[in-house]
């Protein structure tokens, strides 16, 4: 009945699509053929991968084969199949239609139950479905898919894998490909939407009467179950790629869907040697040169389904290989053993950063050749805009290079390279763009890049706090509100609105818990503008919450990039991010503490401040250790809580707490300082003067001079009042007036002299009358001056 041949080499690919192959050698047969009765040759691919020949009467059924398979060790529970379809074990030889030297192969069975029957006849009858019978062709694959959910009543104790392998071996995909391909309008129409059914996995989008047989609620299927599906998106993919081409939609659409599903946390592709994860190479190559050809062109455009099908891919094909970087050596190793999927893997990462290289070259060409004309260029090139994807591309690179260790040191040489267009291309870089992994390059961004990048890590204001909060506030009581959404601020008694009003707000209110009379923070002793946090601040028993409300103030003027002129002392920076403390960072602080240790222990009382300290002699030996514990004990342990609260406050505002790692990554305590507490020295009077714009009055108007010189004469304060004023910016960033949002302007209000001037803060505006001399013109000016006109005065 059956001879074995010598065991032959897997067609991986291939495996779920039989097709008929010859034997490499040829065997005389066992033979159950009568004389009568002339019998049937065929060839069997068992399921130790070796073909039998066999040769069998045309009467014999199929059971009679699969006995024999049995009795040579093969197993229980076989069934064999026939150009993708199973055999019935009652069907005849004769009826079979076998053509001449035919394969058939051998697979382990199922464990027939009565839902893998009812499963049988659904795939059957789509695997046998034609032209003339596709009217309900996608209605019964939903019906199919209903058999996959586990929470199904009739299904919790079958495995999904089950139901895919019956509607592989039915011939069920193979025949909707074939219909797809067809000619006939109908039966192409059909076909997609029935395979589409695959591609999108939610029982919602599933007829009620499917819906209410799973007896389950309409919701996405579990990652399991739709990970089980694989192998059907994996035939689908092939059998599209080869007959309609890698242009078809439908065929994009499944490819799509398969590197969604393998990204799964659920997959969990840990071997190497996945057949999975060498079937889905080709596909993965497919999209890396989609992504090569988009970015080699002029335009240099990717589409961002290409992007994120290589960041799929690329999730797939890498998390199994060893841990830490590969040297180049492995990679040629793997390659000879036939691990070829790591060889290709390197190839594809370093085709695409040699083409990045050239992309990011062609956008150096397009940068002013002064940085002084580079911030408003890029921001008003749309060519900037439209190449972010680059970053993302970057994005996927970093993530290989934690594997190859040639690709991690050509990134940094490429970044390092062009560190200008790189700047150009995160400074221009929108909310939810790829930039994590840039925190360990942060040395090749300028400031401005940086700061964008952390602005970032905020909420849009309103937009994703959803109802702005209204506060009408009383500037006598400025601390007794808290902030839980947007702001949309308004001083009791004043009609002025806006972020005018907003920037006044933040600045007062910044002023005020600062302030010493708080007792929450105290000022350096060599810096006044800069506050560490105050360890008495216990006597307040409300001093928690106001912590609290100090962080998200904090957060909240940095996402409205409003410069309080207030900084944070290396203290209170360090505990936000997360970091020690050591001795050269109290020296601001505590000048007198980090000079004289004396001082540190000149107390009325012993506290331990390690387990058992009061048995520990301090010696030259443990010095190092006892100042670090002094240090941790003073500026950590004995302000714990308020230090706490003060860091979640912060936290909260951020759009996800946990990103706070990768804020503080991408800051040192300059940049923080920088944004926070903006420009504290001198006003320059050219810049102002050249980021001023005239409606009613022209630039060497005699009035215009009176104003410029009034302004001159002005100390510096008076200078910030008169600012503060006009815009409600008292300090400006650390640009200067180019740093603001738009120009300042000054109209002429035609007013008679006696009106003061007028302010719209929101838009930079001050209305100045006419005023007849040069005296006429100070005194006004001096009036506004006032700080309690000055920051109560005008409209938002």
Same mark, same amino acid.
């Given at each position: 009945?059956? @001879? ?152 919790? @104790? ?109 997959? +969990? ?157 995160? /400074? ?7 930039? @994590? ?65 907003? /920037?006044?707000?933040?600045? +007062? ?20 503008? /800069? ?67 004396? @001082?540190?222990?000149?107390?009325? /009382? ?107 004469? +002005? ?82």
């Amino acid at each position: 009945m059956y @001879h074995r041949h010598a065991k032959r080499h897997r067609d991986s690919p291939d495996e779920a699509l039989p097709t008929p192959k010859q034997p490499l050698t040829t065997t005389t047969t066992h033979s159950f053929a009568s004389s009568s009765s002339p019998g049937v040759h065929f060839f069997v691919r068992a399921t130790d991968s070796k073909t039998i020949v066999m040769h069998t009467a045309r009467a014999h059924t199929v059971a009679v084969v699969l006995d024999n398979f049995v009795d040579c060790g093969y197993g229980p529970d076989l069934h064999l199949l026939y150009a993708g379809r199973r055999l019935q074990p009652e069907a005849t030889i004769a009826s079979l239609g076998l053509l001449p030297d035919s394969t058939l192969h051998l697979n382990n069975g199922i464990t027939d139950t009565p839902h893998h029957f009812m499963a049988w006849q659904v795939a059957s009858r789509i695997a046998k479905a034609t032209t003339s019978s596709i009217e309900i062709l996608d209605m019964q694959v939903m019906e199919y898919i209903a058999f996959f959910d586990p929470r199904c009543q009739r299904n919790r @104790h079958h495995r999904a894998e089950d139901y895919i392998q019956i509607f592989l071996e039915s011939g069920a995909a193979i025949t909707l490909v074939d219909l797809y391909l067809s000619d006939v309008s109908l039966s192409h129409t059909q076909a997609e939407r029935a395979i589409r059914c695959f591609l999108s996995m939610d029982p919602a989008s599933l007829p009620s009467t499917v819906t209410l047989m799973t007896g389950s609620d309409p919701a996405s299927l579990p990652p399991s179950v739709m990970f089980a599906t694989v192998p059907v998106l994996l035939e689908f993919c092939r059998l599209l790629s080869s007959a309609a081409g890698n242009g078809d939609s439908l065929y994009k659409s499944c490819r799509y869907t398969l590197a969604s599903i393998l990204c799964l946390p659920f997959s +969990m592709l840990t071997s190497t040697k996945s057949p999975t994860r060498v079937r889905v190479l080709p596909f993965a190559r497919e999209v890396v040169e989609l992504v090569l050809n988009g970015l080699a062109s002029e335009s240099m455009m990717v589409s961002r389904t290409d992007l994120e099908e290589l960041s799929n891919f690329f999730k797939v094909l890498c998390p199994v290989m060893p841990d830490g970087l590969m040297p180049n050596n492995i990679y040629n190793i793997s390659h000879k053993r036939g691990d070829t999927w790591i060889w290709e893997l390197h190839e594809m990462s370093m085709n695409l950063l040699k083409i990045l290289d050239e992309c990011l070259w062609r956008l150096e060409m397009n940068l002013p050749s002064s940085s002084s004309e580079s911030r408003g260029f890029i921001e008003s090139q749309p060519i900037w805009a439209n190449r972010l994807h680059i970053l993302a591309v970057l994005e996927e690179l970093n993530f290989i290079s934690s594997k190859f260790e040639d690709v991690a040191h050509s990134l940094r040489f490429v970044l390092l390279v062009h560190k200008a267009p790189l700047n150009a291309l995160v /400074r221009c870089s929108k909310r939810n763009e790829h930039l @994590h992994w840039l925190v360990k390059h942060k040395d090749l961004l300028c400031f401005e890049a940086r700061r964008n990048f952390v602005l970032m890590l905020f909420p849009e204001g309103e937009e994703d706090y959803g109802v702005p909060h209204e506060m009408l506030i009383d500037r006598s009581r400025l601390l007794d509100d808290e902030l839980h959404s947007g702001l949309f601020i308004e001083f009791k008694n004043e009609k002025a609105t806006g972020r005018g009003v907003l /920037r006044e707000w933040f600045c +007062m209110v910044s002023q005020a818990l600062f302030s010493p009379q708080q007792v929450l923070f105290l000022p350096c002793p060599n810096d006044q503008r /800069r506050f560490y946090l105050n360890g008495t601040s216990a006597m307040d028993p409300l001093h928690l919450e106001y912590f609290i409300f100090s962080g998200r103030l904090i957060g909240l003027a940095l996402m409205h990039k409003v410069q309080v002129g207030i900084v944070l002392d290396r203290t209170l920076f360090l505990h936000l991010a997360g970091r020690s403390i050591t001795l050269e960072d109290i020296a601001t602080a505590d000048p007198i503490t980090y000079a004289s240790y004396v @001082h540190i222990l000149g107390t009325q /009382r012993n506290v331990d401040i390690c387990a058992g300290g009061q048995d520990i002699s301090v010696n030259i030996s443990n010095i190092d250790y006892y100042i670090d514990l002094l240090i941790k004990n003073i500026f950590v342990d004995s302000i714990s809580n308020q230090l706490a609260k003060f860091a979640k406050g912060f936290s909260d505002i951020l759009a996800n707490p946990e990103l706070k790692k990768v804020f503080f990554g991408c800051l040192d305590q300059e940049d923080f300082d920088r944004m926070l507490g903006g420009n504290n020295n001198s006003i320059n009077l050219k810049d102002w003067g050249s980021h001023t714009q005239y409606n009613g009055y022209k630039e060497k108007d005699r009035h215009v001079n009176w104003f410029w010189k009034a302004v001159e004469s +002005m100390p510096v304060e008076q200078q910030r009042q008169l600012l503060f004023f006009w815009t409600s910016v008292k300090y400006l960033p650390s640009e200067g007036f180019g740093g603001l949002s738009s120009k300042l302007y000054i109209h002429n209000t035609f007013e008679s002299a006696d009106h003061l001037p007028s302010s719209h803060t929101c838009f930079y505006h001050l209305g100045l009358p006419p005023y007849p001399t040069l005296k006429v013109m100070h005194n006004q000016l001096q009036k506004i001056t006032q700080e309690h006109v000055s920051c109560s005065f005008g409209t938002g």
